[in-house]
């Protein structure tokens, strides 16, 4: 113990930050193999495990005009079987491994990822190699499956904030694939397996494929057996999408999806923005972090502390390859849904029309910085941030550069982000819950468009 | 896999405040964490809910940091922070960058010392935990499943067995006085533990703790709640309507043995054997082959805790979403032949290795980050916290997993006919509205 210091517990004011401590980035391997297949390694040693990503740069969106939620489905069955391994081995084959496994697909990426024990790296490393390249989609698996995602769609259709989801993807993308966030339950009848082996078969492939892997590992020995599993797999041609253009959009509209019985009311609103790639990404993220992206934003401060209308407003800049868009979120109770509507466009207007205050923007500043550098403090934070970078193609060094960038961000910065991408007077609104008890509030904000729940 | 030998050195200040502190170097943050010794199993009777609204409270202002400024210090800081309440404990925590650890401190101590709280703060905190309860529970498909229905079926004893979440008529009760009374019966500094993790030298974290909480007087222990349950004597089942979910379900808690028994340990890997992922013999069962049920879940202390973070009587329980065309009598039935058949052959040797890995693995992950992605050591700081309150023993971190790992076969079959009995458990079922959906 170090000698005892003066007490100074009762001081009133809190103690100044000391100087911050640079972070130190783990080694980082980047290394395309012959067949295409990108591969990112990150060593990061606090605990022995690992964790895994196979990405493939094709999701939903990428089948929309055959069969929405075909990337999905295939990513559930993709795990029931192999050549070598029906379901059951894989299953204890992971146990054994003490790993978990996931597959899922989001709009734009098809994924299978594994997190484990660092002894068994190699063993883990092979079982992605083989549902990759070897499953085999058995029939009996993909009727079980088919089977759940349809109680699962019946369900989500009764879950307020997927209804909210749903509707404001509709309203804000339109023709394009984005708009659509889950299939019907026609659609997913519709499917065959045969669907799902041609999915595979064209997008699961090594040109399309990323490999991001964090952990406590040797990179070079990682590299050698990366190369064992996948250095084999015959490239194929990487497959290229065109998505039709979402629709202009003009004036506020509101649309009021109905469902019966419910106690509080769900509010979304949003307007389409910029993807990551943009050069005002930063500037939007930061006028984000301060309108109502952080606990301590304006929004959270409003409609929370002061009014007490809501439990967990937030907003957000939503990315996604092609489009993105700016929301805002809140569930409230259902005699202040106007109520919160003012205030959720008063302070939009008010980051739109005032600069913030020079503490204010070094508060929000120092916020996002600070949270970055704890995101890539955990193997799957970090496995998160590398795939943002090598799916997106944004520079190399953009994790190394982000903190700087968004220091170097002005009050100016702020106010020209939130002009173009806090499109209030356009804004889409989208509430759910019970139409008789919030009809006549909704309409104060807009003409009324009303949908079922299902 | 190799043994853990995660640094922990921990003290006492004068005050009873244990404080433990693990660091790790590598990267410049620090997790800090408080916790306290009160939860909802403890809130006092005729208070449902108090312990969590309480909870809120504490982010409502103290004696020098007034409302929303505990929470703009962390967040400039480039920090993130919060709070939870659980059964046995109430935590609130930071992760920042290792230049805030003072301020994070200083923070705490303040509010350890002296809420400031007023009516308005009261007022406006109901609203907001009312909102809670209603996205998390009465707004929701299965909200509160089975976590807040089940306890009630399944105990006898008011502790054990009411609202956690709070009946709006006693959150409507909840006075300024009872706000203040509280904090003065569960937040002394003797009745709570101080974790500082990562970025620092556990010298420096000692003299800090002592510069910013020694001074902190001591106050009289809280009262003992009598928490214990009598045994149980018969299965007890109950019904209840889901609102807005299309699927039947069933929840089955079964008593657990009391924690760090023997028991216990075989009980925990007698779970994993059960719920653990596709691999574990209900979903295997129920899912995989037979294709009675959707999904299945479940373990100990399941869903808001784990086998580590609560002290008075738990449940071993399972979770199962079933498909409309079967009874619940169909369901029970299917699932009982899985648990027939563990009580009758326990597990062969191959099987309770793999459930060893995975249960070591697991326990890997949780210290890691354990809270998502984004809070790195939550699951240390969880865990040396739990080890600390309930076993005065916060190095148990290094040493814990062994007792699991040396658990025999036998003492697995033994365990699963003594507890997986249907006169040692409750059986809910959560049936839809006859209309398919609220309506």
């Known amino acids: ?454 | 896999m190799p043994k853990l030998q995660i640094p922990v050195e921990s003290t006492t200040l004068g005050n009873g405040l244990r404080v433990v502190v693990s660091p790790d170097r590598a990267a410049p943050f620090v997790t800090v964490g408080v916790y306290y010794q009160i939860g909802f199993r403890l809130e006092p009777r005729g208070r449902s809910g108090f312990a969590h609204l309480f909870e809120h409270m504490m982010f409502q202002g103290s004696e020098n940091a007034g409302k929303m400024v505990h929470i703009r210090l962390i967040n400039s800081s480039g920090g993130m922070l919060n709070g939870t309440t659980h059964y046995d404990l109430t935590n609130y925590f930071e992760a920042v960058p290792s230049n805030a650890l003072e301020r994070v401190l200083w923070l705490e101590a303040d509010r350890m010392r002296a809420l400031k709280v007023d009516d308005e703060n009261l007022r406006n905190q109901r609203d907001v935990v009312k909102e809670e309860v209603r996205v998390n529970v009465l707004n929701q498909p299965y909200g509160g499943f089975p976590w807040l229905d089940l306890p009630p079926v399944a105990f006898r004893n008011w502790p054990n067995a009411h609202n956690f979440y709070g009946d709006f008529a006693d959150l409507d009760a909840a006075t300024l006085d009872d706000v203040q009374h509280f904090f003065k019966t569960y937040y002394a500094p003797n009745n709570a533990v101080l974790l500082i993790l990562g970025d620092v030298d556990p010298g420096e974290g000692f003299s800090f703790a002592k510069r910013y909480f020694e001074d902190i007087p001591a106050g009289p222990l809280p009262p003992a709640v009598d928490a214990s349950e009598p045994p149980p004597n018969e299965e007890r089942r109950a019904e209840v309507e889901e609102k807005f979910g299309t699927l039947p379900a069933l929840a089955i808690g079964y008593h657990a043995p009391a924690r760090n028994t023997p028991d216990w340990r075989a009980a925990a890997l007698l779970d994993r054997a059960l719920h653990g992922g596709r691999a574990g013999r209900v979903y295997r069962s129920l899912v995989s082959e037979r294709q009675i049920a959707v999904d299945t879940e479940g373990g100990l202390n399941y869903p808001v805790g784990d086998l580590f973070d609560y002290q008075g009587p738990a449940l071993l329980v399972s979770r199962i979403f079933y498909r409309p065309e079967y009874s619940p009598d169909a369901a029970i039935a299917a699932y009982d032949e899985v648990i027939g058949e563990i009580r009758e052959k326990g597990m062969d040797p191959g099987e309770l290795e793999q459930v060893k890995v995975k249960f070591q693995a697991d326990y890997y992950s949780m210290l890691e980050s354990g809270m998502g992605a984004y809070m790195p050591r939550f699951g240390l700081m969880h865990y040396l916290a739990c080890f600390t309150l309930f076993d005065n023993e916060p190095r148990r971190i290094n040493t814990t997993l062994d007792g699991f790992l040396a658990v025999t076969p036998d003492e697995v079959q033994a365990a699963a006919q003594k507890y997986l009995v249907p006169r040692n458990r409750a059986v809910l079922v959560r049936r839809p509205s006859v209309s398919g959906g609220a309506q």
């Open chain 1, 1 to 454: 113990m170090t000698a005892t210091p003066l007490p100074r517990s009762r001081l009133s004011a809190p103690p100044a930050l000391g100087p911050e401590r640079p972070v130190a980035w783990p080694r980082r391997t980047v290394h395309t193999l012959g067949n295409g297949l990108q591969v990112v390694l990150a060593e990061l040693r606090s605990f022995p495990k690992i964790s895994a990503e196979l990405f493939f740069r094709s999701g939903n969106a990428a089948a929309a005009d055959r069969a929405p939620g075909l990337a999905d489905m295939t990513a559930t069955v993709v795990r029931t079987g192999t050549v070598s391994r029906p379901s059951n081995r894989i299953e204890q084959d992971l146990r054994r491994m003490g790993a978990e496994l996931g597959t899922s697909a989001g709009a734009d990426t098809s994924a299978i990822s594994v997190s484990g024990v660092a002894e068994f790296s190699a063993g883990l490393l092979e079982l992605m190699g083989d549902l990759a390249r070897n499953a085999v989609f058995p029939a009996e698996e993909f009727e079980r499956e088919r089977r759940q995602r349809l109680e699962e769609l019946r369900i989500e259709r009764k879950t307020p904030g997927f209804l909210a989801n749903e509707r404001l993807r509709r309203v804000l993308f339109g023709a394009h694939p984005y708009a659509i966030i889950a299939p019907t339950e026609s659609q997913v009848e519709a499917l065959r397996r045969e669907n799902l082996v041609e999915f595979y078969r064209e997008h699961y492939v090594p040109s399309n494929a990323l490999l991001v892997m964090v952990g406590d590992f040797s990179s070079e020995r990682i590299l050698e057996q990366a190369e064992q599993v996948f250095g084999s797999w015959k490239a194929g041609p990487r497959p290229e999408a065109v998505a039709p253009q979402p629709p202009e959009i003009h004036g506020r509209r509101v649309h009021l999806v109905h469902l019966p019985g419910t106690v509080q009311t769900e509010v979304l609103l949003g307007n389409r923005a910029i993807t990551r790639l943009h050069p005002d990404w930063k500037r939007l993220s930061l006028a984000n972090s301060i309108y109502g992206g952080a606990f301590n934003s304006r929004l959270v401060s409003n409609i929370r502390e002061q009014k007490g209308y809501t439990y967990s407003p937030r907003s957000g800049a939503n990315s996604l390859r092609q489009q993105g868009y700016f929301s805002v979120h809140a569930a409230v109770r259902n005699d202040v849904v106007a109520a919160t509507l003012t205030e959720i466009f008063y302070e939009l207007d008010r980051m739109r029309s005032l600069p913030v205050g020079e503490e204010e923007l070094a508060d929000a500043r120092n916020y996002m910085s600070g949270v970055f550098s704890l995101s890539v403090a955990t193997q799957d934070g970090l496995l998160g941030q590398l795939s943002n970078v090598f799916l997106n193609q944004l520079p190399e060094d953009y994790l190394e550069k982000y903190r700087d960038g968004i220091r170097s961000l002005t009050a100016a910065d702020v106010l020209a982000a939130a002009r173009k991408y806090f499109d209030s007077a356009n804004a889409q609104i989208v509430i759910v819950g019970d139409q008789e008890q919030i009809a006549e509030q909704a309409a104060l904000f807009g003409p009324v468009e009303s949908y079922n729940a299902s």
